[in-house]
């Protein structure tokens, strides 16, 4: 089963804009990261964000987690057409394992 | 720069195949991944090795099959490939915690395999 889902699965924006997207997750974490997916390519390592921390920046991308609700929400602001990806989250499956879980993705377009 | 690059972009083969996808990384990583990736369906593990010669299954090791002989090189084998494998792999890897920036993971570009 999935832990990290991601909401909405697509999104389509115009440059400048932001984007918005969510990630939920069912098991305690100790931190939650975000992975960007080029079409046809592999994912690359965006940001961490830990479970004592609610927020962390990063340029133009700003992460904010809850704990309590168990929910993250990625925000990119000031959108540019290469920033049309993949977004996915991912946690740790346990404390004790190295193998991360990964959500299913948010798609996001953005046109020029 | 980590590199992680896998054997292939594309591959096409025939049901009933033997078929080895091939992942190498240089930056020394103890852990190492191999994902499959479908449409809607995300990222799911297939297998994971830790060390030399040592492997973990994921949630999906039905049909397949790893090799950990070198620290760098990590092989997924399709024993008999099957219509239902056609999908995109992904390898990853990754220090082992507690070492430095563990938790990340870094992939190569992916393999297209298409089974006919």
């Known amino acids: 089963s999935q832990q990290g889902e991601e909401d909405p699965q697509a999104l389509s924006i115009q440059e400048g804009e932001n984007a918005t997207m969510n990630c939920s997750y069912k098991?305690?974490?100790?931190?939650l990261q975000w992975y960007r997916q080029n079409s046809g390519r592999g994912l690359v390592h965006l940001i961490l964000?830990?479970?004592?921390?609610r927020e962390k920046h990063s340029g133009r991308l700003r992460v904010t987690l809850d704990t309590s609700k168990k929910s993250s929400s990625l925000l990119i602001t000031a959108s540019r057409a290469a920033d049309t990806a993949s977004y996915f989250c991912?946690?740790?499956?346990?404390?004790?394992?190295?193998?991360?879980?990964f959500g299913t993705g948010t798609r996001l377009q953005v046109f020029p | 720069d980590v590199k992680v690059t896998q054997s292939s972009r594309y591959l096409v083969k025939r049901t009933g195949e033997k078929v080895f996808l091939e992942c190498v990384q240089d930056m020394d990583h103890e852990n190492m991944f191999w994902y499959r990736q479908d449409p809607g369906l995300g990222l799911r593990l297939i297998y994971f090795?830790?060390?030399?010669?040592?492997?973990e299954k994921g949630d999906i090791p039905e049909g397949y099959s790893v090799s950990r002989e070198k620290k760098e090189r990590f092989s997924l084998i399709l024993e008999s490939a099957s219509t239902n494998q056609t999908s995109m792999y992904l390898c990853a890897s990754s220090f082992k915690s507690p070492g430095g920036a563990w938790e990340t993971q870094y992939f190569g570009p992916g393999t297209r395999l298409l089974v006919l």
């Open positions: 964000i830990r479970s004592n921390e």
């Open positions: 991912a946690s740790r499956r346990s404390y004790n394992t190295d193998k991360l879980i």
């Open positions: 090795s830790y060390d030399v010669k040592m492997k």
């Open positions: 098991t305690s974490i100790n931190n």
